[in-house]
């Protein structure tokens, strides 16, 4: 767990199938109420993948409106201390990149680089029944964090992403989305580049006093 991080530039070395199934059923162990196991996932890679990074990252460079997420990841104001955490880790970002405020270029175009899976070779995108309710959206984010786990224990890394929700309808088109499904997130799984500067960012962490309250 200490070892995994959001990475964002990665090799264009291929991961077989047969690791991305044992991955992937390993995180299936992750609990869930009733043993509902409400996940979905599809993997892309080749032309499935470049297939869906070429038609978001048309729509992304042509500045259309119209495209947003179904619900909000995000508060719709953000407080402290949120604000100053979302702060940092996004100017720690740009800051490693050399791109400063009011560089909206550059910004748009790293941004950009979410749509592309970040160079890896496999992109995974994750639906829900959008039946299910809250509690099932909670053990997603087990399962989640499991495939993350499963890969960084097999010398692969992530980037679980959001920015995927604002094209929810694209992606569902592309990859034929079931009558029920949702989109919940997207992730960029493949070998990390070591000679990227982007990938030397560590976020930091709140002391325990910040959120654990003893009851003795």
Known sequence: MAGRHAVRAFQPREVP????????????RAPSGTNLQPWRVHVLTGAARQRLV??????????????SA??????????????ARRRKTGWGLYGLLGIGKGDTA????QMRRNYEFFGAPVGLIFTIDRRMEQGSWLDYGMFV??????ARARDLDTCPQVAWLDY???????????????????????????????NTLRTERAALDEFVAFHE
Request: hydrophobic share 45%; proline share 4%; charged share 25%.
């Open 17 to 28: 199938r047969e690791l991305l199934a044992e991955i992937l059923a390993i995180a299936s």
């Open 54 to 67: 070429d038609a978001v990252c048309a729509a992304y460079d042509s500045d259309e409106r119209g495209h």
């Open 70 to 83: 179904e619900y909000n990841y995000y508060p719709a104001e953000f407080f402290e201390p949120y604000l």
């Open 106 to 109: 550059r910004m748009k175009a």
């Open 145 to 150: 964090q499991s495939v993350m786990l499963a």
């Open 168 to 198: 929810h309808r694209i992606i569902a088109e592309v990859i034929g989305f079931g009558e029920q499904e949702q989109l919940v997130c997207g992730m960029s799984l493949g070998y990390a580049d070591p000679a990227a500067i982007e």
